[in-house]
């Protein structure tokens, strides 16, 4: 560990900045893990596209569908290929309990920078507001690594800001990924934006989160590795401006990107996000592969249709 358990806001507040990605998971052929290809896709992501975070085994990741075991392996593999030039944030969501703590504690082990963890599914619950922050409040108490909430409308509801900012107390909670409407992490901002960094993964919002929110995190989806390249990095450019202030060349770097943009979103099947990304990648060079069961996989026709639209968006590479 970096930091102490109290220290963790302050050193996320330092450190905890930029652009981070959240990884998809190449698998082969027959199901396994394609570490090497994994491995390759981090060097690129660090060394060529100056990704800053990488957020690991979450959903884009496919975690769902691995084995514990599997999923620590991704851990360790995230943390030997990131090295010093780019942190990292483990996913330890599911729906034991004792798994999450078990791989928090693993992240903790292995070097991670933090965790992040799902708000829970929950059942015949009418508190909700407080055993979701019993549930925030037993995870921290047993670790020291800095944790990320994050709400999202895949647990069945969406955490309040205020939910959120009574979270913010813990001493070790340090961030959320929050996939809410605009005006509730703009509220959440307000509330506790001096506690814990607020971000959310839309893409298409974070310049406008920079320069009205004074945000400083993008975390996380897969944009910052689709929408660029080795030669072509204008999401990272757009971010650099914004940082320094000179919002409105920002604004046109990042309106070049539209046509990229929509290529991207226009071609993907609503049931397929992680076989479209994957398919995208391989357009770009780097390792995707095939999602696993139950997940669908893309069709011929889908494949052809993507092609032409990535040959034609304007995306260098």
Not at 88 to 112: H, P, R, W
Not at 183 to 209: C, F, H, Q
Not at 275 to 299: D, F, I, N, T
């Amino acid at each position: 560990m970096k930091y102490s358990r109290n220290d963790a806001k302050d050193y996320a507040r330092e450190n905890m900045k930029g652009i981070w990605a959240a990884a998809l998971n190449p698998f082969s052929d027959d199901g396994s893990l394609n570490e090497r290809g994994l491995r390759s896709n981090i060097r690129h992501w660090v060394d060529d596209l100056d990704i800053q975070g990488l957020f690991i085994a979450g959903k884009q990741g496919e975690f769902f569908s691995m084995s514990l075991a599997e999923r620590k392996r991704n851990f360790e593999i995230a943390v030997e290929e990131t090295g010093v030039k780019a942190q990292t944030i483990m996913s330890c969501s599911d729906q034991n309990f004792d798994t999450v703590l078990e791989l928090a504690k693993y992240s903790e082990q292995v070097g991670a920078d933090y965790i992040v963890v799902h708000a829970p599914i929950l059942h015949f619950v009418s508190d909700q507001d407080d055993t979701v922050f019993n549930y925030y409040h037993e995870i921290c108490k047993h670790i020291n690594i800095g944790v990320a909430m994050w709400s999202h409308p895949d647990s069945g509801y969406l955490m309040s800001p205020q939910l959120c900012a009574r979270i913010a107390e813990i001493p070790n909670i340090v961030s959320i990924k929050y996939s809410v409407p605009r005006p509730m992490y703009t509220e959440l901002t307000r509330l506790a934006g001096d506690k814990i960094l607020v971000s959310t993964a839309s893409e298409d919002e974070w310049l406008e989160n920079i320069e009205e929110l004074g945000w400083q995190l993008y975390l996380c989806s897969s944009p910052p590795y689709l929408l660029q390249s080795s030669v072509d990095q204008r999401m990272n450019e757009y971010t650099r401006l914004a940082f320094k202030g000179e919002f409105r060349q920002a604004r046109k770097v990042r309106d070049s990107l539209e046509p990229v943009r929509a290529a991207l979103k226009n071609t993907r099947p609503g049931g397929k996000p992680q076989a479209h990304q994957k398919y995208w990648q391989e357009l770009l060079g780097q390792a995707g592969g095939p999602v696993r069961s139950p997940l669908l996989q893309l069709s011929d026709e889908e494949k052809d249709v993507t092609k032409a639209a990535f040959e034609a968006c304007g995306l260098k590479v």
